[in-house]
């Protein structure tokens, strides 16, 4: 029963071809699996990556029949772009009551990847746009890290978005008017502040107005916020509009 690794044909196990030649994913062997998102096979096929691609988890019942455990959508999206063998744990005699107690295992134990430990691997990868995102925070003696804190960012994707738009230095040129304050440098108030420019650019001069302190700016925005939802990049506009009328 333990698992041994071996490549697999995609073929040989419980895949099926519906009426329009497409595959799907014979889900009447595998009750306790999700039904194949459309959505989520396209997108895998589309960003295929094959050195990102995690092996697949299998299981050769007593009765001869092949099922895969984990990683249905995956393997959809290798059959759609011509791929028929894959890397696979291969586990031998599971019960189907195994399968599932197994299959829960692998997906209520996965552990969500935080976007900081994204950022250091691509730091690590030396991906172009974190590496230029890191330079330009560090000008301002900034760094990214796990959590918001003096001279500290916890923003990646926020960050990543206001380099891409070319507005990086100018948001940190406000951050920097209101000495680096902490809450000027939560996510959601680096956001507002690039939002701000882009639908407001003729009064940027209210970002730096004595009203509208990051302190401020925060309190007032989080009055906005419904059963308790985060809080988003326009609420900090609307408040710097409010704050400074």
């Known amino acids: 029963m333990r698992p041994k690794n071996q490549n697999i044909r995609l073929l040989d196990y419980n895949i099926a071809q519906n009426a329009s030649g497409q595959y799907e994913m014979d889900t009447s062997v ?28 299998v299981n050769h019942r007593k009765d001869g029949t092949k099922t895969i455990v984990d990683g249905q959508n995956r393997t959809l999206a290798m059959l759609s772009l011509g791929i028929t063998e894959w890397a696979a744990e291969v586990y031998t005699g599971l019960t189907v009551e195994q399968e599932a107690d197994l299959y829960v295992g692998l997906n209520k134990d996965r552990r ?10 691509q730091r690590t990868g030396k991906v172009p746009e974190v590496l230029a995102a890191e330079t330009a925070l560090s000008v301002y003696g900034l760094s990214m890290g796990p959590k918001v804190g003096p001279m500290t960012v916890a923003a990646p994707k926020v960050v990543l978005d206001l380099l891409d738009r070319g507005e990086l230095t100018d948001v940190l040129d406000v951050v920097k008017h209101w000495s680096f304050d902490v809450r000027a440098l939560e996510g959601a108030m680096l956001g507002g502040y690039g939002r701000f420019m882009r639908d407001y650019p003729h009064n ?21 916020r419904v059963h308790n ?3 988003k990049s326009k609420d900090v506009v609307d408040a710097i509009l409010r704050l400074t009328a």
Not at 30 to 49: E, F, K, M, T
Not at 204 to 224: C, D, E, I, S, Y
């Open 229 to 231: 939802t985060m809080l």
């Open 204 to 224: 940027l001069a209210k970002l730096t107005h004595p009203a509208a302190h990051p302190q401020a700016v925060h309190n007032w925005a989080m009055t906005r």
């Open 30 to 57: 595998a009750p306790y699996q999700h039904v194949p998102q459309p959505g989520q096979v396209s997108r895998l096929a589309d960003n295929w990556d094959e050195t990102k691609a995690v092996c697949l988890v």
């Open 112 to 121: 969500r990847v935080m976007t900081y430990d994204i950022w250091t691997a």
